[in-house]
């Protein structure tokens, strides 16, 4: 006697609607999740950045209570990290004792450094003294470097064309660090140049410029991060020390104008 047996079943199919309810779920998904991912990714950036230039910071003042003045700038195209003959080029992170990575931003470039307050080696000290002696030098170099104010002046201005120092008219600038953003228009090059990008806004342009005016701020289509410092907040906000309270002098006769890079 035969006995028919019924066909096996494999375990049941998805429908084309279920099958489009899971599309859709993903497609959903995916298209929170990316912007999200982007966001987090350009904050974290942005938070190296801003480390970097802390660091930086903080160099430029202890380099300053050794030695009475700032570096120049250094020249990426050669001696790549050591202080150069320019106000404005890329940090010299050698002569700051610092690794090249501080000297580039969260994007991988480098940052541009610029320097105002005249950056000779302060003359008319001498080598070989007592520790009291040199503690007064220092004190003397210090003083001096906190009354120095240059000839030409930077000039820094936010978004609404307003002075960062509009409520410290007697005061100016002496550094300006400089991440050119995400696109990176105006960062140097390692082999010189600067990097051109197709659409920069208006404050990239002047923050690419050599001309000593520049901007502050955000916006859809800036994002430079710039930290700034006078000579007198370098010292009380990135050192112990204080600069000493004294009526500045008159401007220096020193000025700055070498040709950019």
Same mark, same amino acid.
Request: hydrophobic share 30%; glycine share 8%; aromatic share 6%.
């Given at each position: 006697?035969? $006995?028919?047996?019924? %066909?096996?079943?494999?375990?049941? /199919? !998805?429908?084309?609607?279920?099958? *489009?309810?899971? +599309?859709?779920?993903?497609?959903?998904?995916?298209?929170?999740?990316?912007?999200?991912?982007?966001?987090?990714?350009?904050?974290?950036?942005?938070?190296?950045?801003?480390?970097?230039?802390?660091?930086?910071?903080?160099?430029?003042?202890?380099?300053?209570?050794?030695?009475?003045?700032?570096?120049?700038?250094?020249?990426?195209?050669?001696?790549?990290?050591?202080?150069?003959?320019?106000?404005?080029?890329?940090?010299?992170?050698?002569?700051?004792?610092?690794?090249?990575?501080?000297?580039?931003?969260?994007?991988?470039?480098?940052?541009?450094? $610029?320097?105002?307050? %005249?950056?000779?080696?302060?003359? /008319? !000290?001498?080598?070989?003294?007592? *520790?009291?002696? +040199?503690?007064?030098?220092?004190?003397?170099?210090?003083?001096?470097?906190?009354?120095?104010?240059?000839?030409?002046?930077?000039?820094?201005?936010?978004?609404?064309?307003?002075?960062?120092?509009?409520?410290?008219?007697?005061?100016?600038?002496?550094?300006?660090?400089?991440?050119?953003?995400?696109?990176?228009?105006?960062?140097?090059?390692?082999?010189?140049?600067?990097?051109?990008?197709?659409?920069?806004?208006?404050?990239?342009?002047?923050?690419?410029?050599?001309?000593?005016?520049?901007?502050?701020?955000?916006?859809?289509?800036?994002?430079? $991060?710039?930290?700034?410092?006078?000579?007198?907040?370098?010292?009380?906000?990135?050192?112990?020390?204080?600069?000493? +309270?004294?009526?500045?002098?008159?401007?220096?006769?020193?000025?700055?104008?070498?040709?950019?890079?």
């Amino acid at each position: 006697m035969f $006995v028919s047996k019924a %066909p096996l079943k494999g375990p049941p /199919g !998805f429908s084309l609607i279920e099958v *489009s309810i899971v +599309l859709m779920i993903v497609g959903l998904m995916t298209s929170t999740l990316f912007p999200l991912l982007r966001t987090l990714s350009s904050q974290q950036k942005r938070q190296k950045t801003t480390h970097h230039q802390q660091v930086i910071m903080k160099s430029l003042a202890g380099y300053v209570l050794q030695n009475g003045y700032l570096p120049r700038a250094s020249d990426p195209r050669q001696n790549r990290g050591n202080a150069g003959k320019n106000p404005r080029g890329i940090v010299p992170y050698r002569e700051l004792g610092l690794s090249e990575k501080y000297a580039r931003d969260g994007y991988g470039r480098y940052m541009t450094y $610029v320097v105002w307050v %005249p950056s000779l080696p302060s003359a /008319g !000290f001498k080598d070989h003294l007592s *520790s009291t002696e +040199l503690q007064s030098q220092a004190r003397a170099k210090l003083k001096r470097f906190c009354r120095q104010r240059p000839k030409r002046k930077l000039k820094l201005v936010d978004r609404d064309g307003v002075s960062v120092l509009s409520q410290a008219p007697n005061d100016s600038l002496a550094i300006l660090l400089i991440s050119h953003g995400q696109n990176g228009h105006g960062a140097y090059r390692q082999t010189g140049g600067q990097i051109k990008n197709p659409n920069p806004s208006s404050g990239e342009i002047r923050n690419a410029a050599a001309s000593g005016d520049y901007v502050v701020g955000s916006g859809k289509r800036f994002d430079h $991060v710039v930290e700034w410092s006078t000579n007198r907040n370098l010292i009380s906000t990135f050192s112990q020390e204080n600069c000493p +309270l004294d009526d500045p002098p008159p401007p220096s006769p020193l000025d700055l104008d070498e040709d950019p890079l």
